[in-house]
């Protein structure tokens, strides 16, 4: 199944607190699994992404945590910030053929932080 | 700078009125692919090309016909808008799409208004 299903739709997170967003696939042979980052008026642009033989990833205050076994995984933005307010794709990747391949997206997370 | 260039970046027209918008990137990609992005659909695959002269159906295809004569120039063209088509557009490309850990860059968008 070609789909990353995304939750939740909308987040309001308070100045400070910790944003949590998640992702869950079906298909084995998504081989990459980047998220990013969109602001109004922008086009989306790569925040941070994990392989799946790695069960972490830290950039900062933004961390993946994957879990391969429940084929999910998930952003968290720790002391999120005001600046951080924007939409959130998680992705996957799968490659077919010898140079084929693509990106599949989810729908989106919109979080809006409170000062 | 290293961008994806798309125009225009706002156009309103009327149903049955053909165009084009066009996307160009100086990042010397192969991959290049093109998203419409609407209220709680997230982004979804038009049409994406692996290289020159190699183009293929993403998700929602019906409508639209693309063309790649050129690395750098992914135009998208509407031959009979209608309005179920209004909707924001992004141009995307990265250096190959068999690995996963090329990131796409994405333009900053063309919002189409089909009355």
């Known amino acids: 199944q070609q789909q990353v299903k995304q939750s939740p739709q909308s987040l309001i997170v308070q100045k400070g607190g910790i944003s949590i967003i998640n992702c869950a696939y079906e298909n084995t042979a998504f081989d990459y699994f980047p998220w990013y980052q969109q602001f109004p008026g922008k086009g989306p642009a790569l925040l941070i992404a994990i392989r799946p033989d790695v069960s972490e990833k830290k950039e900062g205050r933004f961390t993946i945590s994957f879990n391969k076994s429940a084929k999910q995984f998930s952003l968290h933005i720790m002391d999120s910030q005001p600046g951080d307010s924007a939409t959130y794709f998680c992705?996957?990747?799968?490659?077919?053929?010898?140079?084929?391949?693509?990106?599949?997206f989810g729908k989106g997370t919109k979080l809006s932080v409170k000062p | 700078e290293a961008q994806v260039t798309q125009n225009p970046r706002y156009l309103i027209t009327v149903t049955g009125k053909k165009l084009t918008v066009t996307c160009s990137q100086n990042?010397?990609?192969?991959?290049m692919s093109w998203y419409r992005q609407d209220p709680g659909l997230g982004l979804r695959q038009i049409y994406y090309s692996m290289n020159v002269e190699v183009t293929d159906k993403g998700d929602v295809p019906e409508g639209y016909k693309v063309s790649r004569k050129e690395k750098r120039n992914f135009p998208l063209i509407l031959e009979s808008p209608s309005p179920n088509q209004t909707s924001l557009y992004f141009c995307?490309?990265?250096?190959?799409?068999?690995?996963?850990?090329?990131?796409?860059?994405f333009g900053d968008g063309t919002r189409l208004s089909i009355l």
């Open positions: 992705a996957a990747h799968y490659a077919h053929g010898g140079s084929q391949g693509n990106l599949i």
């Open positions: 995307a490309s990265s250096l190959s799409i068999r690995s996963g850990n090329q990131p796409q860059h």
């Open positions: 990042m010397n990609h192969e991959y």
